[in-house]
């Protein structure tokens, strides 16, 4: 190829990739969604990640845990640029106030519910159907050696109608 080609190619490909050519996908459009999507929460026996004693305690510190989700369509915070939705926890006197879900790959999302005790419980969940199996696992804020080990679980989340209010 001569110089010119290389030159006249060179020029053709920054003429597309500028704003004339370049067409942004519209990320400030959000989909239509329903304002709350709602999962009634079936956890099955915690499992410690490693043999310990007190292998499940910080499941004890998100007691007691949500026995419904709301997952809404309302933006709580961005990270990265990225979009993290509002989930409403029942019954309300559930350790976890707040929280977040986003979208995990194509078809899954992830769910992080901080307990305001240095940690919380995060569920992923695939991202269709009316019965989902899950997991479910506690985690820290900070890592440390110091701490107990994190416990895991199933969970499966059945579709329901959202209460009132929601």
């Not at 043999?51 to 949500?66: D, E, I, K, S, W």
């Not at 440390?144 to 109608?161: E, F, H, N, Q, R």
Request: proline content about 9%; overall charge negative; charged content about 15%.
């Amino acid at each position: 190829m001569t110089r010119l080609a290389t030159l006249l190619l060179a020029m053709s490909l920054a003429a597309c990739l500028s704003e004339a050519c370049y067409s942004r996908s519209p990320s400030s459009v959000t989909p239509e969604l329903p304002s709350a999507l709602c999962y009634r929460l079936r956890f099955d026996s915690w499992i410690p990640t490693y043999r310990a004693r007190f292998g499940t305690a910080m499941v004890g510190l998100n007691a007691p845990l949500p026995d419904t989700l709301a997952l809404l369509s309302t933006v709580a915070t961005t990270s990265y640029g990225h979009p993290l939705y509002a989930v409403a926890t029942m019954p309300p006197d559930s350790a976890h106030d707040s929280g977040f879900w986003m979208p995990h790959g194509h078809d899954s999302i992830d769910v992080r519910l901080p307990s305001g005790l240095g940690g919380g419980l995060a569920i992923r969940l695939p991202g269709t159907g009316d019965h989902q199996e899950g997991q479910a696992w506690t985690y820290y804020d900070e890592s440390s050696d110091m701490l107990p080990p994190i416990a895991m679980t199933t969970v499966a989340a059945d579709s329901v109608s959202c209460p009132k209010g929601i």
